[in-house]
């Protein structure tokens, strides 16, 4: 009797120390899935970015994320660069405009960033500084927009960031007339860390928000057998866009698929008892 209590002992004390192992476990990986990774810094040696700018959506110059665009251009144009962003992705714009001779400007200048999204909508920065004013003997002024995390799916009528192209707008608000068109030189760069699974949904776009997706590769009105002429998609991430089937939802999945059915057999181990007696006679 007594070695059948101490076996019923071990049993729990093993199954026991497996739940805490597996629970450890599970929560190892969901920190793991949740914690977002440092952003990383452009490498010394890397291909430089473009040195031009678009004057509107339709020329947006195309850059990749960890990429420092330049462009020199006037004091008082539009310049315009277009970046992919995936789900899960939180981007951080940010620009630098050197300004002219403090002794060529005739007073303060408001420049700003904006950040706009495949289907040209204005995305709100979460924070930053998208604004800032130029005194007339500032060297540079430097702006920045932190979007909010890129969703892999979401309802018609929300205004949350969705994987596709994104375009950087960068121009002065406000400035003396006589500054206008003065020289200026422009540096715009986009990073981003990755959120892990804290903002998974269930769901994903049939196609990434990048202009022209729906119309290439489809046969013009009236004309069987023919395609539309190519359309420019802009950039894409260079290891393409995720398939939106992975998420860090699956490792809770599994783990809590592991912890039920460990779950039951512990329960059935406390439950069913040390079985016969050894003091019952057979037959009774």
């Given at each position: 009797?007594?070695?059948?209590?101490?076996?019923?002992?071990?049993?729990?004390?093993?199954?026991?120390?497996?739940?805490?192992?597996?629970?450890?476990?599970?929560?190892?990986?969901?920190?793991?899935?949740?914690?977002?990774?440092?952003?990383?810094?452009?490498?010394?040696?890397?291909?430089?970015?473009?040195?031009?700018?678009?004057?509107?959506?339709?020329?947006?110059?195309?850059?990749?994320?960890?990429?420092?665009?330049?462009?020199?251009?006037?004091?008082?144009?539009?310049?315009?660069?277009?970046?992919?962003?995936?789900?899960?992705?939180?981007?951080?714009?940010?620009?630098?405009?050197?300004?002219?001779?403090?002794?060529a400007r005739k007073g303060t200048s408001t420049?700003?960033?904006?950040?706009?999204?495949?289907?040209?909508?204005?995305?709100?920065?979460?924070?930053?500084?998208?604004?800032?004013?130029a005194t007339q003997d500032a060297n540079t002024?430097?702006?920045?927009?932190?979007?909010?995390?890129?969703?892999?799916?979401?309802?018609?009528?929300?205004?949350?960031?969705?994987?596709?192209?994104?375009?950087?707008?960068?121009?002065?608000?406000?400035?003396?007339?006589?500054?206008?068109?003065?020289?200026?030189?422009?540096?715009?760069?986009?990073?981003?860390?990755?959120?892990?699974?804290?903002?998974?949904?269930?769901?994903?776009?049939?196609?990434?928000?990048?202009?022209?997706?729906?119309?290439?590769?489809?046969?013009?009105?009236?004309?069987?057998?023919?395609?539309?002429?190519?359309?420019?998609?802009?950039?894409?991430?260079?290891?393409?866009?995720?398939?939106?089937?992975?998420?860090?939802?699956?490792?809770?999945?599994?783990?809590?698929?592991?912890?039920?059915?460990?779950?039951?057999?512990?329960?059935?181990?406390?439950?069913?008892?040390?079985?016969?007696?050894?003091?019952?006679?057979?037959?009774?």
């Amino acid at each position: 009797m007594h070695t059948t209590i101490r076996g019923n002992s071990v049993k729990r004390g093993f199954v026991g120390a497996l739940l805490a192992g597996v629970t450890l476990f599970t929560s190892a990986c969901g920190a793991v899935a949740d914690d977002p990774p440092a952003s990383a810094s452009p490498a010394e040696g890397d291909a430089a970015g473009p040195t031009e700018a678009g004057t509107a959506f339709r020329t947006a110059t195309a850059i990749q994320q960890e990429q420092t665009a330049t462009a020199d251009a006037s004091t008082g144009d539009y310049l315009y660069w277009v970046f992919p962003a995936d789900a899960g992705q939180r981007p951080t714009v940010r620009a630098k405009v050197t300004l002219p001779e403090d002794t060529a400007r005739k007073g303060t200048s408001t420049w700003q960033v904006d950040v706009y999204d495949g289907l040209r909508r204005r995305q709100a920065c979460a924070y930053g500084h998208q604004t800032r004013k130029a005194t007339q003997d500032a060297n540079t002024v430097e702006l920045s927009c932190v979007l909010r995390t890129v969703r892999a799916w979401s309802e018609p009528w929300a205004d949350d960031p969705l994987p596709g192209s994104y375009y950087v707008r960068l121009t002065v608000l406000d400035a003396p007339e006589e500054d206008l068109g003065l020289p200026v030189h422009a540096e715009t760069e986009v990073t981003s860390v990755g959120t892990g699974g804290a903002h998974d949904v269930d769901g994903t776009l049939a196609e990434p928000l990048v202009p022209g997706a729906s119309s290439v590769g489809r046969p013009a009105d009236g004309d069987v057998g023919t395609e539309r002429p190519g359309v420019s998609l802009g950039s894409e991430p260079e290891d393409g866009w995720a398939s939106g089937w992975w998420t860090g939802r699956w490792l809770w999945t599994v783990g809590g698929g592991v912890l039920a059915a460990l779950a039951a057999v512990f329960g059935y181990g406390l439950t069913r008892g040390g079985g016969r007696p050894s003091r019952v006679p057979p037959g009774v």
